[in-house]
Protein backbone atom coordinates (compact mmCIF):
# COMPACT_ATOMS: atom_id res chain seq x y z
CA UNK A 1 0.00 0.00 0.00
CA UNK A 2 1.57 3.38 -1.36
CA UNK A 3 1.50 6.37 1.39
CA UNK A 4 1.07 9.69 -0.53
CA UNK A 5 3.89 11.39 -2.08
CA UNK A 6 5.94 14.07 -0.20
CA UNK A 7 6.26 18.00 -2.04
CA UNK A 8 8.97 17.75 -4.52
CA UNK A 9 9.50 21.04 -3.48
CA UNK A 10 10.06 20.52 0.67
CA UNK A 11 12.41 17.26 -0.26
CA UNK A 12 15.10 19.54 -2.59
CA UNK A 13 15.76 21.39 0.82
CA UNK A 14 16.11 18.41 2.92
CA UNK A 15 17.94 16.27 1.06
CA UNK A 16 20.81 16.31 3.62
CA UNK A 17 18.86 15.79 6.27
CA UNK A 18 16.83 12.84 4.89
CA UNK A 19 19.23 10.31 4.36
CA UNK A 20 18.02 8.45 7.23
CA UNK A 21 20.95 6.18 7.31
CA UNK A 22 21.94 3.34 10.00
CA UNK A 23 17.80 3.77 10.85
CA UNK A 24 18.43 7.31 12.65
CA UNK A 25 15.25 9.53 12.89
CA UNK A 26 15.08 11.97 9.96
CA UNK A 27 12.76 15.56 9.85
CA UNK A 28 8.96 14.49 9.57
CA UNK A 29 7.31 15.12 5.45
CA UNK A 30 3.57 16.31 5.66
CA UNK A 31 1.98 14.70 2.90
CA UNK A 32 0.55 16.62 -0.25
CA UNK A 33 -2.55 18.15 0.39
CA UNK A 34 -5.22 16.14 -2.11
CA UNK A 35 -2.98 13.48 -2.26
CA UNK A 36 -4.53 9.74 -1.64
CA UNK A 37 -3.43 6.26 -0.72
CA UNK A 38 -3.07 4.65 -3.30
CA UNK A 39 -4.02 0.85 -2.72
CA UNK A 40 -5.58 -1.65 -0.78
CA UNK A 41 -2.98 -4.47 -1.52
CA UNK A 42 -0.35 -6.55 0.48
CA UNK A 43 2.71 -5.29 -1.64
CA UNK A 44 3.06 -1.75 -2.74
CA UNK A 45 4.14 1.67 -4.45
CA UNK A 46 3.05 6.03 -3.97
CA UNK A 47 2.11 15.90 -9.51
CA UNK A 48 2.24 16.11 -12.57
CA UNK A 49 5.65 19.05 -12.84
CA UNK A 50 7.40 16.54 -15.90
CA UNK A 51 10.63 16.00 -14.42
CA UNK A 52 13.32 14.48 -17.46
CA UNK A 53 14.14 11.34 -17.46
CA UNK A 54 17.80 10.45 -15.00
CA UNK A 55 21.18 10.35 -16.18
CA UNK A 56 22.00 7.28 -17.74
CA UNK A 57 23.91 5.63 -15.22
CA UNK A 58 27.47 4.59 -16.24
CA UNK A 59 28.16 0.23 -15.89
CA UNK A 60 30.14 -0.43 -12.65
CA UNK A 61 33.49 -2.22 -12.92
CA UNK A 62 31.51 -5.24 -11.97
CA UNK A 63 29.64 -5.04 -15.33
CA UNK A 64 29.70 -7.76 -17.60
CA UNK A 65 28.73 -8.70 -21.06
CA UNK A 66 25.78 -10.53 -20.16
CA UNK A 67 23.09 -10.13 -18.38
CA UNK A 68 21.92 -12.66 -15.50
CA UNK A 69 19.21 -10.03 -14.22
CA UNK A 70 21.37 -9.46 -11.37
CA UNK A 71 22.76 -6.33 -9.78
CA UNK A 72 26.77 -5.94 -9.54
CA UNK A 73 28.54 -7.97 -7.37
CA UNK A 74 29.65 -5.19 -5.41
CA UNK A 75 25.39 -3.54 -5.19
CA UNK A 76 24.32 -4.03 -1.77
CA UNK A 77 21.77 -5.93 -2.21
CA UNK A 78 23.67 -8.67 -2.88
CA UNK A 79 26.01 -7.75 0.50
CA UNK A 80 26.20 -10.26 3.33
CA UNK A 81 24.65 -9.23 6.16
CA UNK A 82 25.03 -12.23 8.98
CA UNK A 83 28.01 -10.76 10.29
CA UNK A 84 26.93 -7.34 10.60
CA UNK A 85 26.10 -6.15 14.31
CA UNK A 86 22.37 -5.94 15.50
CA UNK A 87 20.83 -2.62 15.66
CA UNK A 88 20.34 -0.63 18.88
CA UNK A 89 16.34 -0.41 18.89
CA UNK A 90 16.12 -4.12 16.89
CA UNK A 91 13.48 -5.85 19.25
CA UNK A 92 12.00 -2.57 19.43
CA UNK A 93 11.20 -2.32 15.62
CA UNK A 94 10.63 -6.43 15.27
CA UNK A 95 7.64 -5.97 18.00
CA UNK A 96 6.45 -2.67 15.77
CA UNK A 97 6.03 -4.82 13.01
CA UNK A 98 4.85 -7.98 14.54
CA UNK A 99 6.72 -10.52 16.71
CA UNK A 100 4.34 -13.07 17.02
CA UNK A 101 3.27 -12.76 13.52
CA UNK A 102 3.86 -15.16 10.77
CA UNK A 103 5.93 -14.73 7.86
CA UNK A 104 3.64 -14.64 4.30
CA UNK A 105 5.62 -15.56 0.88
CA UNK A 106 3.51 -13.72 -1.44
CA UNK A 107 3.98 -15.50 -3.78
CA UNK A 108 3.53 -19.28 -5.11
CA UNK A 109 1.90 -21.14 -8.57
CA UNK A 110 -1.52 -20.99 -9.53
CA UNK A 111 -3.91 -18.59 -9.28
CA UNK A 112 -5.64 -16.45 -6.06
CA UNK A 113 -9.03 -14.91 -6.70
CA UNK A 114 -8.44 -14.98 -10.59
CA UNK A 115 -4.60 -13.90 -10.78
CA UNK A 116 -1.22 -15.13 -10.50
CA UNK A 117 0.48 -14.75 -7.25
CA UNK A 118 3.01 -12.50 -7.08
CA UNK A 119 4.45 -10.06 -9.13
CA UNK A 120 4.93 -11.13 -12.16
CA UNK A 121 8.10 -10.05 -14.89
CA UNK A 122 7.44 -9.35 -18.44
CA UNK A 123 10.68 -10.42 -20.57
CA UNK A 124 10.64 -7.83 -23.41
CA UNK A 125 13.30 -9.07 -26.64
CA UNK A 126 15.56 -6.44 -28.21
CA UNK A 127 14.49 -3.95 -29.94
CA UNK A 128 10.89 -3.77 -28.02
CA UNK A 129 8.92 -0.63 -28.95
CA UNK A 130 9.15 1.89 -26.20
CA UNK A 131 5.82 3.52 -25.77
CA UNK A 132 4.61 6.26 -23.80
CA UNK A 133 3.78 6.37 -20.21
CA UNK A 134 1.58 9.15 -18.48
CA UNK A 135 2.21 9.74 -15.22
CA UNK A 136 0.38 10.84 -12.42
CA UNK A 137 3.58 11.62 -9.89
CA UNK A 138 5.80 12.58 -13.33
CA UNK A 139 8.42 14.80 -11.03
CA UNK A 140 9.57 11.70 -9.43
CA UNK A 141 9.31 9.23 -12.39
CA UNK A 142 11.83 8.16 -15.03
CA UNK A 143 10.49 10.13 -18.04
CA UNK A 144 10.30 7.00 -20.67
CA UNK A 145 9.62 5.89 -23.03
CA UNK A 146 8.95 2.56 -21.81
CA UNK A 147 9.46 -0.58 -23.39
CA UNK A 148 6.15 -2.44 -22.24
CA UNK A 149 4.22 -3.63 -24.66
CA UNK A 150 0.00 -3.97 -24.31
CA UNK A 151 0.19 -7.27 -23.12
CA UNK A 152 2.30 -7.25 -20.20
CA UNK A 153 1.39 -8.85 -17.04
CA UNK A 154 0.22 -6.24 -14.55
CA UNK A 155 0.10 -7.50 -10.69
CA UNK A 156 -3.22 -8.88 -9.78
CA UNK A 157 -4.52 -9.09 -13.37
CA UNK A 158 -5.76 -7.03 -15.54
CA UNK A 159 -9.03 -6.32 -13.36
CA UNK A 160 -6.88 -5.58 -10.39
CA UNK A 161 -7.72 -2.70 -8.03
CA UNK A 162 -4.54 -3.85 -6.22
CA UNK A 163 -0.79 -1.76 -6.09
CA UNK A 164 -0.99 -3.17 -10.63
CA UNK A 165 3.00 -3.18 -11.03
CA UNK A 166 4.45 -3.43 -13.82
CA UNK A 167 8.05 -4.98 -14.49
CA UNK A 168 9.35 -5.21 -17.95
CA UNK A 169 12.98 -6.81 -18.03
CA UNK A 170 15.01 -5.92 -21.15
CA UNK A 171 17.61 -8.71 -20.66
CA UNK A 172 20.01 -7.27 -23.78
CA UNK A 173 19.95 -3.92 -22.46
CA UNK A 174 20.35 -5.34 -18.92
CA UNK A 175 17.61 -2.92 -17.88
CA UNK A 176 14.31 -3.32 -15.63
CA UNK A 177 11.18 -0.95 -16.48
CA UNK A 178 8.98 -0.83 -13.51
CA UNK A 179 5.54 1.02 -12.78
CA UNK A 180 3.03 1.07 -9.86
CA UNK A 181 -0.80 1.60 -10.80
CA UNK A 182 0.08 0.69 -14.00
CA UNK A 183 -3.28 1.01 -16.99
CA UNK A 184 -3.17 0.27 -20.37
CA UNK A 185 -4.29 3.87 -22.07
CA UNK A 186 -4.51 4.57 -25.65
CA UNK A 187 -1.40 3.07 -27.41
CA UNK A 188 0.85 3.47 -24.07
CA UNK A 189 0.04 3.38 -20.47
CA UNK A 190 -0.67 5.18 -17.74
CA UNK A 191 0.71 5.03 -14.16
CA UNK A 192 1.07 6.37 -10.71
CA UNK A 193 4.87 6.30 -11.03
CA UNK A 194 7.75 4.55 -12.84
CA UNK A 195 11.56 3.89 -12.71
CA UNK A 196 13.93 2.43 -14.94
CA UNK A 197 16.89 0.63 -13.27
CA UNK A 198 20.60 -0.20 -15.07
CA UNK A 199 20.66 -3.81 -13.32
CA UNK A 200 24.55 -3.56 -14.67
CA UNK A 201 25.07 0.55 -12.90
CA UNK A 202 25.06 0.88 -8.61
CA UNK A 203 23.95 4.33 -9.24
CA UNK A 204 20.69 5.25 -6.89
CA UNK A 205 17.48 7.33 -7.53
CA UNK A 206 18.09 10.72 -6.26
CA UNK A 207 17.31 11.36 -3.05
CA UNK A 208 13.90 11.93 -2.03
CA UNK A 209 12.65 10.29 -5.54
CA UNK A 210 10.17 7.49 -5.15
CA UNK A 211 9.66 4.21 -7.95
CA UNK A 212 7.43 1.61 -8.20
CA UNK A 213 7.91 1.18 -4.69
CA UNK A 214 7.51 3.36 -2.24
CA UNK A 215 11.68 3.06 -0.72
CA UNK A 216 12.73 4.23 -4.42
CA UNK A 217 14.46 0.75 -4.69
CA UNK A 218 13.88 -1.62 -7.62
CA UNK A 219 10.91 -4.39 -6.77
CA UNK A 220 12.54 -6.71 -9.61
CA UNK A 221 15.87 -6.62 -7.46
CA UNK A 222 14.14 -8.05 -4.86
CA UNK A 223 11.89 -10.70 -5.81
CA UNK A 224 12.16 -14.51 -5.15
CA UNK A 225 12.32 -15.80 -8.88
CA UNK A 226 12.22 -19.47 -9.43
CA UNK A 227 15.33 -19.65 -11.46
CA UNK A 228 17.31 -18.61 -8.67
CA UNK A 229 16.22 -21.36 -6.31
CA UNK A 230 15.98 -24.13 -8.70
CA UNK A 231 19.76 -23.76 -8.73
CA UNK A 232 19.66 -24.22 -4.90
CA UNK A 233 20.91 -20.43 -4.14
CA UNK A 234 19.56 -16.92 -3.98
CA UNK A 235 22.30 -14.46 -4.19
CA UNK A 236 20.40 -11.48 -2.96
CA UNK A 237 18.38 -9.69 -0.17
CA UNK A 238 14.50 -10.13 -0.57
CA UNK A 239 11.80 -7.37 -0.44
CA UNK A 240 9.69 -6.88 2.31
CA UNK A 241 6.51 -5.05 2.99
CA UNK A 242 5.36 -4.18 6.77
CA UNK A 243 2.46 -2.59 8.01
CA UNK A 244 3.54 0.93 9.05
CA UNK A 245 7.45 2.80 8.90
CA UNK A 246 8.56 6.06 10.18
CA UNK A 247 9.73 9.66 8.13
CA UNK A 248 12.93 9.62 6.59
CA UNK A 249 14.29 6.19 4.88
CA UNK A 250 17.52 4.10 5.17
CA UNK A 251 20.49 3.69 2.93
CA UNK A 252 19.72 2.07 0.21
CA UNK A 253 16.21 3.37 -0.24
CA UNK A 254 15.49 7.02 -1.65
CA UNK A 255 12.04 7.56 -0.48
CA UNK A 256 9.87 8.30 2.98
CA UNK A 257 6.21 7.63 2.44
CA UNK A 258 5.91 8.36 6.23
CA UNK A 259 5.06 11.64 8.85
CA UNK A 260 4.77 9.00 11.96
CA UNK A 261 8.09 9.54 14.24
CA UNK A 262 8.09 6.86 16.71
CA UNK A 263 11.70 5.60 16.76
CA UNK A 264 10.52 2.06 17.38
CA UNK A 265 9.00 2.40 13.70
CA UNK A 266 11.76 1.02 10.88
CA UNK A 267 12.11 2.86 8.23
CA UNK A 268 11.81 2.31 4.23
CA UNK A 269 15.27 0.64 3.44
CA UNK A 270 15.58 -0.95 6.45
CA UNK A 271 17.83 -4.39 6.44
CA UNK A 272 17.03 -7.13 8.97
CA UNK A 273 18.07 -10.78 8.03
CA UNK A 274 16.88 -14.53 9.82
CA UNK A 275 19.06 -15.14 13.20
CA UNK A 276 21.56 -17.70 12.49
CA UNK A 277 19.98 -19.80 15.55
CA UNK A 278 17.00 -20.23 13.54
CA UNK A 279 16.68 -23.96 12.14
CA UNK A 280 15.84 -24.34 8.37
CA UNK A 281 17.01 -27.77 7.97
CA UNK A 282 13.83 -29.51 8.17
CA UNK A 283 12.46 -27.09 5.35
CA UNK A 284 11.09 -28.23 1.70
CA UNK A 285 14.17 -27.38 -0.40
CA UNK A 286 12.16 -24.35 -2.15
CA UNK A 287 11.52 -22.66 1.31
CA UNK A 288 15.12 -23.68 2.77
CA UNK A 289 16.73 -21.94 -0.09
CA UNK A 290 14.92 -19.09 0.51
CA UNK A 291 15.36 -19.05 4.68
CA UNK A 292 18.88 -19.64 3.84
CA UNK A 293 19.28 -16.25 2.07
CA UNK A 294 17.36 -14.77 4.75
CA UNK A 295 19.80 -15.36 6.96
CA UNK A 296 22.84 -14.44 4.97
CA UNK A 297 21.20 -11.85 2.74
CA UNK A 298 18.46 -10.85 4.71
CA UNK A 299 15.16 -8.74 3.81
CA UNK A 300 14.85 -4.57 2.96
CA UNK A 301 11.83 -2.91 4.14
CA UNK A 302 10.28 -1.62 0.25
CA UNK A 303 6.70 -0.97 0.97
CA UNK A 304 4.04 -0.66 3.49
CA UNK A 305 1.51 -3.82 3.22
CA UNK A 306 0.94 -6.70 5.58
CA UNK A 307 3.71 -7.87 7.95
CA UNK A 308 6.42 -10.01 7.25
CA UNK A 309 5.07 -10.42 3.08
CA UNK A 310 8.53 -11.39 0.93
CA UNK A 311 7.62 -11.04 -2.83
CA UNK A 312 8.36 -13.22 -5.51
CA UNK A 313 7.32 -13.55 -8.95
CA UNK A 314 4.67 -16.09 -10.22
CA UNK A 315 5.83 -19.60 -11.78
CA UNK A 316 4.28 -22.62 -12.28
CA UNK A 317 7.18 -24.80 -11.03
CA UNK A 318 6.56 -23.18 -7.51
CA UNK A 319 5.40 -26.00 -4.94
CA UNK A 320 3.00 -23.89 -2.70
CA UNK A 321 3.40 -26.73 0.24
CA UNK A 322 6.54 -26.48 0.14
CA UNK A 323 6.62 -22.67 0.43
CA UNK A 324 4.14 -22.73 3.10
CA UNK A 325 6.80 -23.75 4.94
CA UNK A 326 7.85 -20.34 6.01
CA UNK A 327 4.67 -19.31 7.39
CA UNK A 328 6.46 -21.40 10.57
CA UNK A 329 8.78 -18.17 10.88
CA UNK A 330 7.47 -15.28 12.96
CA UNK A 331 9.06 -11.42 13.50
CA UNK A 332 10.78 -13.12 16.74
CA UNK A 333 12.98 -14.93 14.18
CA UNK A 334 14.39 -11.56 12.58
CA UNK A 335 16.44 -9.02 13.99
CA UNK A 336 16.94 -5.72 12.47
CA UNK A 337 20.91 -5.24 11.34
CA UNK A 338 23.02 -1.90 11.26
CA UNK A 339 24.20 -1.39 7.50
CA UNK A 340 26.14 1.96 8.67
CA UNK A 341 29.67 0.48 7.94
CA UNK A 342 28.77 -0.87 4.24
CA UNK A 343 28.24 2.91 3.11
CA UNK A 344 31.12 4.23 0.79
CA UNK A 345 28.81 6.78 -1.03
CA UNK A 346 25.00 7.82 -0.30
CA UNK A 347 24.23 8.10 -3.81
CA UNK A 348 25.54 4.39 -4.64
CA UNK A 349 24.18 0.91 -3.96
CA UNK A 350 27.83 0.04 -3.68
CA UNK A 351 29.16 -1.28 -0.99
CA UNK A 352 32.76 -0.70 0.79
Known amino acids: MRAPLLPAVAIVGLV?????????????????????????????????????????ATPTKAATKSCSGALPADN??????SKLPVHARSAAMVASIGASAGMHPDFGSGNYEGAPIGIPVTSVPAGQKKIPVEFEYADESDRGPYPIPANAKIEGGPQ???DRHVIAFDKA???????????PQGSGWKAGSGAVFDLRSNK???????????SGLSIFAGLVRYEEVATGRIDH????????????????????ASSATDANLPQLGQRLRL?????????????????????????IVADHGSAWYISGAPDSHWDNDALRALKSLTGSDFEVVDTSSLIASKTSGAVR
Open 275 to 299: KSSVSTGSMPKQARVVAEAMKKYGV
Open 173 to 183: ACKVYELFSAY
Open 76 to 81: VWRADV
Open 16 to 56: ALLAGCGGDPAPSFEPAPGSSAASASPAGGTDALGHGPTPT
Open 204 to 214: LRPAGWTSADA
Open 237 to 256: AIRITVPKTRTGFTWPATHS
Open 160 to 162: SSG
